[in-house]
Antibody, heavy 119, light 108 residues
Framework: QEQLVESGGGVVQPGRSLRLSCATS????????MHWVRQAPGKGLEWVAG????????YFADAVKGRFSISRDDSKDTLYLQMSSLRPEDSAVYYC????????????WGQGTLVTVSS | EIVVTQSPATLSVSPGERATLSCRAS??????LAWYQQKPGQAPSLLIY???NRAPGIPARFSGSGSGTDFTLTISSLHSEDSAVYYC??????????FGQGTKLEIK
């Protein structure tokens, strides 16, 4: 069965960096577009970034463009989110999610990892 | 950016009754709309895709309808376990993919 497991969250000071990982199993990782979605405490869902199945195209929300990067390692079936110049407003639970198609819904989600940006 | 608006913000319905949740897009998204259910402390899970298709394993009491700008999620006969926040998402025009702000469904 499809599984996505995020890791790498924690408490970080403003301006610092953090890298999140999403280890996947149970499906052909290299065939899918993958995404990161975040949810601030008590708030709704916000799409953050996506990467094409072959890693050649990346997409970002305006709120993180220029500060975050997304990558994938198909040999490890793992998705990454490199976050730099972190701000308090980046504090959220970060979920990785599988995109059914390039123009598709998100059919499987991980359990999330909490990032807190605070001094 | 396509803005997605959900109503109402909170809905309280008795077990066995029908719940109707609405989602409106600021411009037409054809049928490229999904609904997700999120229970407290859990990740979202896919309920409906393509506006009206149930995801695998989703009970038949959940149904979606609409196209263009106006969409509805209907739960025909509420169970206590349906208490959750429900989000709609458009995936017609991206980036960015955009979500509604959510409807909290409470069971009386």
């Amino acid at each position: 069965q499809e599984q996505l497991v995020e890791s790498g969250g924690g408490v970080v000071q403003p301006g610092r960096s953090l890298r999140l990982s999403c280890a996947t199993s149970g499906f052909t990782f290299s065939a899918y577009i993958m995404h990161w979605v975040r949810q601030a405490p008590g708030k709704g869902l916000e799409w953050v970034a996506g990467i094409s199945f072959d890693g050649t195209k990346t997409y970002f929300a305006d709120a993180v463009k220029g500060r975050f990067s997304i990558s994938r390692d198909d040999s490890k079936d793992t998705l990454y989110l490199q976050m730099s110049s972190l701000r308090p407003e980046d504090s959220a639970v970060y979920y990785c999610a599988r995109g059914r198609y390039a123009r598709g819904d998100f059919d499987y989600w991980g359990q999330g990892t909490l990032v807190t940006v605070s001094s | 950016e396509i803005v997605v608006t959900q109503s109402p913000a909170t809905l309280s319905v008795s077990p066995g009754e029908r719940a109707t949740l609405s989602c409106r897009a600021s411009q037409g998204v054809d049928i490229y709309l999904a609904w997700y259910q999120q229970k407290p402390g859990q990740a979202p899970s896919l309920l409906i895709y393509g506006a009206s298709n149930r995801a695998p394993g989703i009970p038949a009491r959940f149904s979606g309808s609409g196209s263009g700008t106006d969409f509805t999620l209907t739960i025909s006969s509420l169970h206590s376990e349906d208490s959750a926040v429900y989000y709609c998402q458009q995936y017609s025009t991206w980036p960015p993919y955009t979500f509604g702000q959510g409807t909290k469904l409470e069971i009386k």
